[in-house]
């Protein structure tokens, strides 16, 4: 196993929690801005008010793409477990 290859894993890696964590980061995102431009109109100051809907849009979010994120994590795995072999010899 070469130093490209370890480069190859790990970027592959990394693009993969990207890949999973980016729908949840940009709702959550989407939801905080519209949670903090209703706070700046409505000068209502509570911190504890962007929390929760960030937490209903994450799990939201959850809902609708869970199964399209367990299948790309399951593919993935599934490609990183076929290249054991190589990496032994």
Same mark, same amino acid.
């Given at each position: 196993? #070469?130093?490209?290859? &370890? =480069? !190859?894993?790990? /970027?592959?890696?990394?693009? @993969? =929690?990207?890949?999973?964590?980016?729908? %949840? *980061?940009?709702?959550? *995102? +989407?939801?905080?801005? *519209? =949670?903090? +431009?209703?706070?700046? !109109?409505? #000068?209502?100051? @509570?911190? !504890? *008010? !962007?929390?929760?809907?960030?937490?209903?849009?994450?799990?939201? &979010?959850? %809902?609708?793409?869970?199964?399209? %994120?367990? #299948?790309?994590? /399951?593919?993935?795995? =599934?490609?990183?477990?076929?290249?054991?072999? #190589?990496?032994?010899?």
């Amino acid at each position: 196993m #070469s130093i490209g290859d &370890v =480069v !190859t894993l790990l /970027r592959g890696g990394i693009l @993969e =929690v990207l890949y999973l964590a980016a729908p %949840m *980061l940009f709702f959550a *995102l +989407i939801v905080g801005l *519209l =949670v903090a +431009i209703l706070q700046a !109109t409505t #000068s209502i100051q @509570e911190q !504890t *008010l !962007t929390f929760v809907p960030k937490v209903l849009a994450i799990l939201l &979010v959850l %809902m609708f793409l869970g199964g399209w %994120m367990f #299948s790309h994590l /399951r593919d993935y795995t =599934v490609q990183l477990f076929k290249m054991i072999p #190589s990496m032994a010899g």
